[in-house]
């Protein structure tokens, strides 16, 4: 596969897979650094490992007392934050929620929900006692102070859950986005020892998407294309010929094989996701993956270069190939889209693209050049025929 691979192309499949390596966490936490309007002071805090939220605590144990404040930024002015303890599981399901956000009226409320499902929410009792609590929202971050009485003694290590929403539409908490940082937004908290460990369920599924994306960017987002360029100007080249067919065939086929994979990744990252299905990246997936098949198959059923049906196979090969490319890069951008990666992934994306699309770009021009000399060359000798380098139909441009 290496060899069929352009050395600009390795590089970018370095680079991808270079972004599976999580980023070292800079160890110097910033809620140390935090302070209260009231000067109060809690024993405990945390930088959150995602959403930028920070959690600061105390903890009376006799009393199974629990002092927070809750600090996070809602993606839009209007939006809520929430902090909750899940007794029953690790996720936001069961989850016993605190939510802080303004009210019509200018001021912050904060109200308790017991999460079952995504369902709207609406107020209600929840697991533990709330004493009393309060909010204030400045530079657009929202801090939520609660103090609660938890219900099991001895109970030290929790789960926790945190998130951030858009909105508030008549009093109501609009659902927050699925991002993966939306989805990682969870860990256990020992109450004792101050730690917050993430979850590592969240981790690995990330870490499966991204081994997803780099597969299917470098198969159906570049290597594909890329062997479409081959085959379109290469072959103009009697020179190149038969080169060029199995410098195609091959860059195609290896595409082909880290673009099934990517595709299976893709369906158990798929199953795995109940509660939320990306249709259209899922379908345009599908469609790639029926296509890219056939056309490994159409291989087998290529006529001979002379054959009357050829041109009929020429047809069909080259519009499904473009379509291939043309879906390729669209399920690209839509999965980056899902993915949220650094923004610099996406313009490495853009730029390979730019460039591939470039050098197409140019070398069509050569080769119209070139075709169009060839053309009037042969006219001078032989009238009709034009130059046929035998693989290809005379006319290499016509899809
Ligand atoms: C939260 O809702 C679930 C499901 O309706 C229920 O079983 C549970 O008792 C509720 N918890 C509280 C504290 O009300």
């Excluded at 595409?255 to 299976?264: E, I, K, L, R």
């Excluded at 296509?291 to 059923?301: D, E, P, R, S, Y």
């Amino acid at each position: 596969m290496a060899s069929s691979l352009p050395p600009p192309l390795l590089i970018v499949a370095v680079l991808l897979a270079a972004s599976l390596i999580p980023p070292s966490q800079s160890q110097a936490s910033t809620c140390t650094k935090q302070s209260f309007n009231n000067n109060k002071r809690y024993t405990f805090c945390n930088d959150l490992p995602s959403l930028n939220s920070y959690l600061h605590w105390d903890f009376d144990e006799p009393q199974s007392t629990l002092s927070v404040a809750f600090i996070a930024s809602p993606p839009k002015p209007d939006g809520w934050v929430s902090w909750a303890l899940n007794p029953t599981s690790s996720g936001m399901a069961g989850s016993q929620a605190l939510l802080a956000f303004k009210q019509p009226d200018g001021k912050m409320a904060v109200k308790t929900y017991n999460i079952t499902s995504y369902a709207p929410l609406k107020e209600s009792k929840v697991w533990f006692d709330v004493k009393d609590s309060s909010a204030e929202s400045s530079a657009g971050a929202i801090t939520l102070f609660a103090t609660l009485v938890l219900p099991e003694k001895g109970k030290t290590v929790l789960n926790h859950v945190w998130q951030v929403g858009p909105s508030v539409t008549g009093g109501v908490p609009d659902k927050h986005e699925f991002q993966p940082a939306n989805l990682n937004s969870k860990g256990s908290l020992d109450l004792l020892k101050g730690q917050t460990t993430a979850s590592t369920g969240g981790n690995s599924k990330l870490k499966k998407r991204n081994i997803h994306g780099v597969l299917n960017v470098v198969s159906w987002g570049i290597m594909f294309p890329t062997g479409i360029i081959i085959a379109r100007y290469m072959k103009v080249f009697p020179s190149a010929d038969p080169a060029w067919f199995y410098l195609h065939v091959s860059c195609q086929v290896s595409a082909y094989a880290v673009g099934v994979a990517g595709w299976g990744t893709g369906l158990k990252l798929g199953s795995e996701s109940k509660s939320i299905t990306y249709s259209v990246h899922r379908n345009i997936g599908i469609t790639l993956f029926v296509f890219a098949t056939l056309q490994v198959f159409a291989l087998l059923l290529r006529p001979k270069k002379d054959h009357k049906y050829r041109i009929y196979w020429n047809v069909y090969h080259h519009g499904v190939g473009y379509s291939v490319a043309v879906l390729g890069i669209i399920n690209v951008f839509k999965g980056l889209g899902i993915l949220q990666p650094d923004t610099k992934w996406k313009r490495a994306y853009i730029v390979v693209i730019a460039v591939l699309g470039g050098i197409a770009l140019l070398l069509e021009a050569f080769t119209w050049v070139v075709v169009l000399k060839r053309k009037k060359a042969d006219k001078s000798t032989k009238p009709y025929e034009g130059y046929n380098n035998g693989h290809s139909r005379q006319e290499p441009l016509a899809p």
